[in-house]
């Protein structure tokens, strides 16, 4: 018998990635990380049309975050697109945070409480130190090809 095919008892919440924590680590690693455990969280909870949503913010994040760099490639100014990127990035993050996470957040402390296993956070860290690295690289990457055709 999985994991996945335990029936729980009315009322106890399946394994978890806090809310809160996740919503917390996206200040490093962006809104896509929050929105993906949300996301998660929000299957596990059978609650469909929610992931969905968080599935939703998780795209529109990765987008923004793997688009800056790309725009390097178009764009001379340097520093107007370093500080587009960062009002984006923060504005994403608080939109997610008070449209999408708080709503989760407050779902699992009214159903729950505190009393809910969590999900580990080994692999979801990793996967946003990955995910970090990758930007670089498309930054770098961004960077270098400007560079080869600005003296071509």
């Known amino acids: 018998m999985h994991v996945e095919d335990y029936v729980r008892p009315e009322g106890e919440a399946p394994p978890l990635w806090n809310p809160n ?20 969280n929000w299957q596990a909870l059978g609650e469909p049309e929610k992931a969905a949503t968080a599935k939703q913010w998780m795209i529109w994040s990765l987008v923004l975050v793997f688009s800056v760099p790309l725009f390097g490639i178009f764009f001379i100014d340097i520093k107007a697109l370093d500080a587009l990127s960062r009002s984006a990035g923060i504005g994403m993050l608080v939109a997610w945070y008070i449209s999408n996470a708080r709503g989760q957040a407050a779902y699992v402390k009214e159903r729950f409480g505190a009393d809910y296993a969590r999900k580990g956070w080994f692999m979801p860290i990793l996967l946003g130190i990955l995910l970090i690295a990758i930007v670089f690289a498309v930054g770098f990457l961004a960077g270098l090809f400007t560079a080869l055709a600005r003296h071509a």
Do not use: E, I, R, T
Request: proline share 0%; no cysteine; hydrophobic share 65%.
């Open 21 to 40: 924590a996740a919503a917390n680590w996206s200040l490093l690693f962006s809104a896509a990380f929050g929105a993906y455990l949300h996301m998660k």
